[in-house]
């Protein structure tokens, strides 16, 4: 397992070809990369006119409608271009930019930026201010200021949004301009006050250790916003962690016990009084290359589940 | 791989019993099951007043307040309760249903109804009418057909709501009334056009194959509504499959095919002019222990992404 692993773009050099095999597969060589190509998988990149609808660029054609049989019989690779002509009669003309895409070798890139990790020293909170934000896309500034603000958020988890009203719903009135409000059983927004019958241990005193919000659900929350309209009490800073910078160190340090966060499924599990909702997952999700998708942290809420015969060790070293 | 793995209840017979092995685990026996339990995590489990908040059940303590080399000193099974002594002098009763609840072994009792997959000859399609449950919770039936109409949904995957106004802006009134209303670049509701300049295939007269919504985004729509209020179009039926009967036939028929289903990521796509949404994940998403979590399926938008050296063969097939 590995975190670290970089996808770097494989330029073109002299040695890139393509051939079609004896099965109709094409061998492409891009650089350094020589994958075989399905010719089905060929044929539903095509982008010729028939092919996909123009507004919308999604696909006219399904599985079905494609002989099952369907080879290649003649592949050409030119410049930025492979150029492919199929057994059904269809001949199309492929960007490689795009097949490398499509093939996960270079980002999307229309993907947010990579998260960064945080580092000791690291440069001071990213901010933005809201009034920067708050108008239409189309005001001068306002969709710089937006694309600033999310990449922002997309590298460094987190960003501090300054100037907005001390004035009671501002914190739904920001969420509703960004995005749209996802609805829990808490209402549209959480107000962090100290109750008496507290639902939740956010409404009492009790000083909460870093955690992540709502692991219970099928859904973490993605982009969540706090504001503090008054603070009452003494003490008691706000503490950040980075989770991926944490899962970094793990994975450098101590891989043994990042793999039993990896692997052992954990109930996450809320009672609220009346109802109870759970979900069942690893503390730290990573993807199939071995990337960090994300985290499930909170002390109070989580509940190993020991795989048969096996123990929790490494989960409690 | 097996979806149909089942999970019984293990039930106590004389043969149960506990003891503490030299390293302080507990060496449990329930039933058939025989179990190595982690002292930290038997004292996770403890609800003994001081370690959990009494109106949220939520844990006071975190791992930093328990001893790293805390151990049992002592384990007693009597009927349906395990009583464990620790080295840090707490001592706890825990329900052995309880525990097995939180080993897995069987389904936490909040959970909603298991699917069901469907058959040829299934019984008629589940119904609710709309006033049966419009009401509020406390009124007489309303809760009952509300836990019904939920119940019928976790089991079959859809349910038809019958006596629904015909006018615009019910489905919000409906989809407001059991949750909340999920917005997306669509908005919060998505009206089913033919549009001149189709940002979707939905706006246009094109025959849609079986699809699933939305399966660009990291979080697909849970629980989906349409409401059709005028038809002005001849033919057109309605077809409804489902993906965990399929899945599971594909589990008996061709094991290998839906291997490829579950391990071959597929980037899902959706250009919608201004902007794109991708989201990158198998097609069918099974649990760790085998049982069908989702699907992900739509023909027009689905790019699979070939692990290196690996052929789309399976996928093809």
């Known amino acids: 397992m590995c975190l670290c692993q970089s996808y770097g773009m494989t330029l073109l050099d002299s040695s890139s070809s393509a051939s079609v095999a004896t099965d109709g597969h094409v061998e492409a060589r891009f650089g350094n990369r020589a994958p075989r190509l399905h010719p089905q998988w060929l044929r539903e990149q095509s982008t010729e006119p028939g092919q996909i609808e123009a507004t919308n660029r999604q696909r006219l054609f399904t599985p079905l409608d494609v002989d099952p049989g369907l080879v290649a019989v003649d592949a050409e690779l030119h410049g930025d271009a ?61 969709a710089e200021a937006t694309v600033d603000f999310l990449g ?24 509703n301009h960004i995005g749209y409000i996802a609805g829990n059983n808490f209402g549209w927004v959480f107000d962090v006050r100290n109750k008496p019958k507290p639902t939740d241990l956010a409404y009492t005193a009790i000083e909460l250790k870093p955690h992540t919000d709502q692991p219970y659900r099928k859904v973490q929350p993605g982009l969540q916003l706090l504001h503090c309209l008054a603070n009452e009490s003494d003490g008691g800073d706000s503490v950040l962690v980075d989770g991926l910078a944490a899962t970094e160190a793990m994975c450098r340090e101590q891989p043994d016990l990042l793999e039993a966060l990896t692997t052992i499924e954990v109930d996450f599990r809320y009672d609220m009084g009346t109802d109870v909702a759970i979900d069942r997952r690893p503390v730290v999700q990573l993807d199939s290359a071995g990337r960090f998708r994300q985290l499930r942290f909170n002390t109070k809420l989580d509940f190993p589940v020991p795989a048969d015969g096996a123990d929790l060790d490494a989960w409690y070293a």
């Open 152 to 175: 922002d958020f997309a590298r460094h988890g987190f960003v501090i949004i300054r100037d907005t009203p001390t004035t009671e719903g501002t914190v739904a009135e920001v969420a």
């Open 82 to 142: 492979l150029t492919v002509a199929f057994s059904d009669g269809h001949r199309c003309r492929l960007s490689v930019a795009a097949l490398m895409q499509r093939l996960g070798w270079v980002a999307d890139p229309e993907a947010p930026p990579a998260p960064i990790a945080w580092e000791p020293g690291a440069a001071p909170f990213p901010t933005v201010f809201w009034p920067a934000i708050a108008g239409e896309l189309d005001e001068p500034g306002v």
